[in-house]
């Protein structure tokens, strides 16, 4: 006779994440333009541009010259040291590259250095709004998340006495994300800095994701490696899926103090191994060549975002905070909750997505309850086009 004793099927980890909100707002869009619907996207987080001819030239002799086999875990040491030499150029950081590791994504970096910081109960402090991962990376890990909400009306600012107030004995590492995903915002060089020095003397980390580091509208870039009293207690995940138009290379990076490096690595090693070899060589093309191609589509970015907010603030009721980095604008619609049975932005956001086919991401992903997120990489055309939608759509409510 069988037994009624109740069969675990997942474990409690799988159990506590969730699929990614931005990729699932992906996965409906495709099925709608499966069944033939002519979308505008403003979901998805990456570059419109084609990779740099030079890095597909750099990748396909790569593959021609059999840079197809295993390589050390962390990468070869040519891309080690040219992560390093470039990250020193850049913003005056002195990594070794033996604490530079090369990962399959930025986001892998991610999971690795949060898996190897976090034991089960250490608290992870994230502000809001936050990157989309971020909460599942940290859950999984075993950490609890504590959210730092940032005002809207202060451009979504965050400063060092908000992340101080959360601090408590099971801190174990702070997140800070600048230029940031999704509301474009970037902190000053003063706050950053003060925040990373407040952790260092206590001795929590920060894990500063810097995919974004190279958009940053708002003057010179910085990055967390520009302070070199901190980083002791500094882990920088970065990735050239965005600076160089490569998201689906999969090439990200992390830099931190040797031992943590190789402990990132060792985990790495008993998952992905490395990314790819002849990817690994493109990398170096990236890297080492003439960024002029990062400049030409920073530039570019910067008309889009002006065009776009022109555009939003033709829409009335929607007001948006003017971003200062990555390519999202985070506009408020919650002027229209409580029209035409509209009660929330993930309303907003289905509602766009099935009436007037424009794609966009609720801010419920992202920790806010009043936002939608767009992403301006597109063409000025496809702007013009969702952002003509979206004022009709609102305007019929
Ligand atoms: C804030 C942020 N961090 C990290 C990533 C990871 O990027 P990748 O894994 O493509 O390097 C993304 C991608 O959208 C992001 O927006």
């Not at 408590?168 to 600048?178: D, E, K, M, Y």
């Not at 009436?355 to 990489?377: C, K, M, N």
Request: proline share 5%.
């Amino acid at each position: 006779m069988a037994t009624l004793t109740a069969v675990k099927q997942f474990s409690d980890r799988i159990n506590r994440i969730e699929v990614s909100a931005t990729m699932a707002v992906v996965a409906e869009a495709a099925k709608l333009k499966a069944a033939g619907a002519d979308l505008v996207e403003f979901g998805a987080g990456e570059p419109h541009f084609s990779t740099p001819q030079h890095i597909k030239d750099a990748a396909i002799a790569a593959i021609q010259h059999d840079f197809t086999r295993y390589t050390p875990v962390p990468g070869i040491p040519e891309l080690r040291a040219a992560l390093v030499k470039r990250h020193a150029a850049d913003f005056g950081s002195d990594y070794k590259p033996e604490e530079a590791i090369a990962s399959t994504g930025g986001k892998l970096a991610l999971f690795n250095a949060l898996q190897v910081l976090v034991d089960h109960g250490d608290e992870v402090i994230l502000p809001v709004p936050y990157w989309v991962s971020f909460k599942d990376i940290i859950e999984y890990a075993g950490g609890r998340c504590v959210y730092v909400e940032t005002d809207e009306s202060a451009g979504f600012r965050l400063t060092p006495e908000m992340i101080e107030q959360k601090i408590t004995p099971r801190t174990r590492a702070i997140i800070l994300n600048t230029p940031n995903n999704p509301s474009g915002a970037v902190m000053s060089p003063e706050d950053f800095k003060s925040i990373l020095r407040l952790a260092h003397k206590r001795g929590i980390y920060v894990i500063a994701d810097e995919c974004y580091v190279y958009l940053n509208y708002s003057g010179r870039p910085f990055s967390a490696g520009s302070f070199a009293d901190v980083r002791e207690h500094v882990v920088i995940c970065g990735s050239l899926s965005k600076t160089y138009a490569m998201t689906g290379w999969r090439l990200g990076f992390a830099l931190a103090p040797a031992p943590l490096a190789a402990a990132m690595s060792k985990l790495q090693s008993q998952s992905t191994s490395s990314t790819a070899h002849m990817i690994q060589k493109a990398a170096v093309a990236a890297l080492t060549d003439s960024q002029q191609c990062v400049a030409d589509m920073k530039a570019e970015y910067i008309q889009l975002r002006d065009q776009t907010l022109a555009a939003l603030a033709k829409i009335p009721g929607i007001t948006c905070v003017r971003p200062e980095g990555a390519f999202y604008v985070y506009p408020n619609v919650s002027a229209y909750f409580g029209k035409s049975g509209i009660k929330s932005a993930a309303d907003v956001a289905k509602r766009l997505l099935h009436e007037a086919h424009v794609v966009t991401v609720p801010g419920e992903a992202f920790g806010t309850r009043e936002h939608i997120r767009l992403s301006y990489a597109t063409s000025s055309g496809e702007i013009a086009r969702g952002l003509e939608r979206m004022r009709t759509w609102f305007s019929a409510l």
